[in-house]
């Protein structure tokens, strides 16, 4: 079975741009979320989608937009890019089953702005 | 929302020494889980604990939770090459995860 997919793999942005990132889930898994992770620090949580709607947002600024798609493939948007968005961007899956749901992490998309 | 932070930030130890990561909040958590990221990966769930007190087992790791549920660890036994990573541990509905603790093991 295919796991949890991301595109681009890496991506070179400017100052002011606006970046997409896009994820498919793992075949059955109703629920995506969005992590950033900084090298050097955990992934800090960004957004919560569950059967296309949000359920959880981080404290990120209303830059960063999220959507999930009816087959449960989501993308993330981030507008108006900062040199401080750098970072690698993992997406994760977890299957149904409430609080404790193991989530499985894509490969990530590693964005460096400039 | 609920913070957890882990200590130490980093641990060198040489194959074959122990070794041991401790995940602290200062609230009462949900659960807890478990992450191991290789270097240049990502995150790979490991264990989810529950219960107050809560002991699992796999293989050289073994994971505790504390009895106020406000502590965790994780202690690996006679450590290998493999071990090699960064160990996170995750509270709530997998929002928040800790610090991590990069472990290096020297051959």
């Known amino acids: 079975d295919a796991g949890v997919t991301q595109s681009p793999t890496h991506l070179i942005k400017t100052r002011g741009q606006h970046v997409t990132l896009r994820c498919s889930p793992i075949?059955?898994?109703?629920?995506v979320s969005w992590y950033q992770q900084v090298l050097g620090q955990g992934p800090q949580f960004i957004f919560q989608y569950y059967e296309k709607e949000e359920r959880g947002r981080g404290n990120f600024p209303d830059r960063f937009s999220a959507r999930q798609f009816p087959n449960y493939s989501s993308e993330l948007n981030v507008n108006a890019l900062l040199l401080g968005d750098s970072a690698l961007y993992l997406c994760?899956?977890?299957?149904?089953?409430?609080?404790?749901?193991?989530?499985?992490f894509g490969n990530g998309t590693r964005l460096t702005v400039t | 929302g609920q913070q957890v932070m882990q200590i130490p930030q980093y641990q060198h130890v040489q194959e074959g020494e122990d070794f041991t990561t401790y995940c602290n909040s200062s609230?009462?958590?949900?659960?807890i889980q478990w992450y191991k990221q290789r270097p240049g990966g990502h995150p790979v769930f490991l264990i989810q604990?529950?219960?107050?007190?809560e002991v699992k087992k796999q293989k050289r790791l073994t994971f505790q939770f504390g009895e106020a549920k406000k502590n965790s660890s994780l202690h690996i036994t006679a450590t290998q090459t493999t071990d090699v990573g960064t160990y996170f541990c995750?509270?709530?509905?997998?929002?928040?995860f800790g610090t991590g603790t990069s472990l290096t093991v020297i051959p």
């Open positions: 604990l529950v219960k107050s007190g």
């Open positions: 609230t009462t958590l949900s659960n």
């Open positions: 075949s059955g898994h109703k629920s």
């Open positions: 994760a899956s977890s299957p149904p089953g409430g609080l404790g749901s193991p989530l499985h």
């Open positions: 995750a509270t709530g509905n997998q929002f928040y």
